[in-house]
């Protein structure tokens, strides 16, 4: 399983305010399915931003796609993605260890 860090903001092209709205409020419902279902592991609201911060655990970056894009209001957001590592799991020097051999 792969973690990403995900900032999603508002960009409601081809869509009113009233129904870009709606399909928020539509949204907010779909990341909490997936919250239920394990695959959100946290959701915050950036404040002053118009703008949400989420944690995803998926299989893939396809399937986080799929995940981000079949939400009612994915098609009206603008996508920062950023995959996460394990602290315990990068080793700064590698890259020295594989120059040397």
């Known amino acids: ?18 129904e870009f709205q709606v399909r928020l409020s539509d949204g907010f419902a779909y990341t909490k399915d997936l919250l239920d279902k394990g695959v959100l592991k946290h959701r915050w609201i950036l404040v002053g931003a118009s703008a949400g911060l989420n944690v995803y655990e998926v299989g893939s970056h396809e399937e986080l796609m799929s995940v981000l894009y079949d939400s009612p209001v994915g098609p009206h957001l603008q996508f920062e993605v950023y995959p996460l590592i394990e602290p315990g799991s990068y080793n700064p020097t590698a890259y020295q260890q594989d120059a040397s051999a």
């Open 1 to 18: 399983m792969a973690l990403f860090a995900v900032i999603a903001r508002k960009a409601p092209v081809g869509i009113t305010a009233d």
